[in-house]
């Protein structure tokens, strides 16, 4: 085993023990949080889970080397986290690499209101400028893994509007832009699968979507959205 290798698997043992203590706190704390009586109490804590939780995903998504390692933020406790929390996740992911915003746990922090959150997020890099980084820095695995982490965060939103935005770029990405289908058409489908899943009221939404840009679908695409819509059948 060469010295690049080894640095490789030391990596992922690390990302794959923290990623394990902090689902297992996460968990203990869903158990633990209806028994605290006093809501300033339950807050407080709730901060400390939720900065334990940004820290972990920060930790992970900042590190470019070596590939592959953003496997680890896919099943990160997004239900055990406020809504604060899963918008100031997202922001970090959406902007790692971003030549134009430097963002980082301090500055998520002081950034206050669900609002302003998503906003940021809607004025940063789009996912597919994104995904075209992660392919040009090597790092095409990751990419696909991004597509999941999205879906997974968008799949405990408790915002509507966030949950749309993420429905329409996820297919625009997947689904429509052909530069980029052919390779994130499976992922895409995936992501769409846990989303629906998750928030079984968007199915409406998504088949007007994908009725409206019909057209636009090679068979394959439309094939893999309806892939993403069946694995939720168990739902209805």
């Given at each position: 085993?060469?010295l690049?290798t080894?640095?490789y698997?030391?990596?992922?043992?690390?990302d794959?023990?923290?990623?394990?203590?902090?689902?297992?706190?996460?968990?203990?704390?869903?158990?633990?949080?209806p028994?605290i009586?006093?809501?300033?109490d339950?807050?407080l804590l709730?901060n400390?889970?939720?900065?334990?939780?940004?820290?972990?995903?920060?930790?992970?998504?900042?590190?470019?080397?070596?590939?592959?390692?953003?496997?680890?933020l896919?099943?990160?406790?997004c239900s055990?986290?406020s809504?604060?929390?899963?918008?100031?996740?997202?922001l970090?992911?959406?902007?790692?690499?971003?030549t134009?915003?430097?963002i980082?746990v301090d500055t998520?922090?002081?950034?206050r209101?669900?609002?302003?959150?998503?906003?940021?997020?809607?004025k940063?890099?789009?996912l597919?400028?994104?995904?075209?980084?992660?392919q040009?820095?090597?790092?095409?695995?990751d990419a696909?893994?991004l597509?999941?982490?999205v879906?997974?965060?968008?799949a405990s939103?408790?915002?509507?509007s966030?949950?749309?935005?993420?429905?329409q770029?996820?297919?625009?990405?997947c689904?429509l832009?052909?530069?980029m289908?052919?390779?994130y058409?499976k992922?895409?489908?995936?992501?769409?699968?846990v989303?629906l899943r998750?928030q079984?009221?968007?199915l409406?939404?998504?088949?007007k979507?994908i009725?409206?840009n019909?057209?636009h679908?090679d068979e394959?695409a439309?094939?893999?959205?309806i892939?993403g819509?069946?694995?939720?059948?168990?739902?209805y």
């Amino acid at each position: 085993m060469n010295l690049t290798t080894y640095f490789y698997y030391a990596c992922r043992n690390i990302d794959l023990y923290f990623r394990r203590c902090v689902s297992t706190l996460a968990s203990y704390w869903d158990l633990s949080k209806p028994d605290i009586i006093h809501h300033r109490d339950r807050q407080l804590l709730q901060n400390e889970i939720d900065r334990i939780v940004l820290q972990a995903v920060h930790y992970i998504a900042s590190r470019k080397k070596p590939a592959g390692l953003w496997q680890f933020l896919i099943h990160m406790p997004c239900s055990s986290v406020s809504e604060l929390c899963r918008l100031r996740c997202c922001l970090l992911v959406r902007n790692i690499g971003s030549t134009t915003t430097n963002i980082n746990v301090d500055t998520l922090l002081e950034m206050r209101g669900e609002e302003a959150l998503e906003s940021a997020i809607s004025k940063g890099q789009s996912l597919s400028e994104q995904l075209a980084h992660l392919q040009h820095s090597e790092q095409a695995e990751d990419a696909t893994y991004l597509i999941a982490v999205v879906g997974e965060i968008a799949a405990s939103s408790s915002r509507p509007s966030h949950l749309q935005a993420t429905i329409q770029e996820l297919l625009q990405v997947c689904f429509l832009d052909e530069a980029m289908r052919e390779d994130y058409y499976k992922a895409g489908s995936e992501a769409m699968g846990v989303l629906l899943r998750a928030q079984p009221q968007v199915l409406s939404a998504v088949l007007k979507l994908i009725d409206r840009n019909v057209d636009h679908l090679d068979e394959y695409a439309v094939v893999s959205g309806i892939r993403g819509i069946k694995s939720s059948r168990k739902l209805y």
